[in-house]
């Protein structure tokens, strides 16, 4: 699967948790986001924060196209990686166990790891 094409695809299945989502689709959505939000902080340092009195960059600025770029991205990171787990066989109920901080182990196996099966419970 192409850049492009996981962007998109993450974006058609905006809040749809059904199917799965291969390691290259969720890893390029990952990327993207993490992209966004780097050019988004960015431009609030560079651009927004000068504009509303502050030197650029000054912590007192905030950051609200950062945070307005992370409320948008955070529903279809979540679907994603709902539908990543799936494709590892896992309920998405496993996103759960990221709250813990020893969780965070076994649910970066889970979304790093490759699909051992060609067909699972989880296939539309």
Known sequence: ??????????????????GRANRREFWFWIAFC??????ATIVDG????????????????????AITMLALLVVPTLTAAVRRLHDSDKSGWWLLIGFTVI????????????AKKTENRYDS
């Open 46 to 65: 560079a651009i927004i924060g000068p504009a509303r009195g502050f030197l650029p960059f000054e912590q007192d600025a905030g950051r609200p196209l």
């Open 34 to 39: 993490v992209c966004i939000l780097l050019v």
């Open 1 to 18: 699967m192409s850049f492009i094409r996981a962007i998109t695809s993450a974006f058609s299945k905006y809040v749809s948790v059904e």
């Open 103 to 114: 969780g965070l182990v076994p649910l970066a196996y889970f979304l790093i790891k490759s």
